[in-house]
């Protein structure tokens, strides 16, 4: 069945009659080195004109791979914990910085992570915190900024425009794979109804507009479907009311 784009382009033109703007910004996950996939994400970037903040795998990531952001400016590196390890027990939800280990463990690889990747990308690294499966206990969250991290990004609508003092919540709000199903992706027709219903709570106030739209893919597991969809979408807002945000722009409240 064709998805129905009706009722999005509606809420998008409303937005655009009442001079509403989306902040829209994306966030790319598990980065380590160059690949053919990579390539695809950079090219897509460029078409679309809208920078990709890259969470990068710091234990993981290569030399290769940061000559090649050096030559990208679309791509903006960020930390994605330090090795993308589930250290839930078994039956849990899978996390590499949850409560199931102690601060000091977990502070001290948020650390390392930050320490890594500002030796391979220089000043290119935006000081943002990824946490594998955007899952990170609130324990964690003073220890982050006092390393020098100054924003923190996991997924669904922020509560509150700071995480703690120092470190800003930036978060993704829509992920197209359906990863509990086939891997590839979600029904469309799912994600355009999530897409609308998000952008209506914020038109209304129920949800926080200040906080950009974040689109959250993996470009090392997209199939076509996944890569055609995130290029239409992206390309749709874009058109209106949407404009592009980076960690750049971001300001303290």
Known sequence: M????????KELQTWQDQDLTLPLWW????AVEPTPQLDRLTELSEKLDLPVHLAVIPRDATAALAAYVATTPQLIPVVHGWAHQNHAPQGEKKAEFGAHRTVEQ???????????LRA???????????PP?????????????GLGYSNL???????????????????????????????????????LDQVTRQLTDRRLGTADN???????????VHDA??????????NRLLAGPATPWTTSQRTFS
């Open 2 to 9: 064709t998805a129905d784009w009706t009722a999005l382009h």
């Open 27 to 30: 966030r790319d996950d598990d």
């Open 106 to 116: 977990a502070v001290s690889d948020a650390d390392r992570g930050l320490k890594t």
């Open 120 to 130: 391979l990308f220089s000043d290119q690294l935006e000081p943002m915190f990824v």
């Open 133 to 145: 499966w955007n899952r990170i206990s609130d324990d964690l969250l003073q220890g982050l900024a």
């Open 153 to 191: 990004s996991t997924f669904s609508p922020r509560k509150q425009t700071m995480a703690t003092t120092g470190l800003a919540q930036i978060n993704t709000h829509l992920d197209p794979i359906h990863w509990k199903g086939n891997r590839s992706l979600v029904p469309p027709q799912h994600l």
């Open 210 to 220: 200040a906080e950009p739209y974040g689109i959250l893919t993996h470009h090392l």
């Open 225 to 234: 479907a996944i890569w055609g969809f995130t290029e239409a979408l992206i």
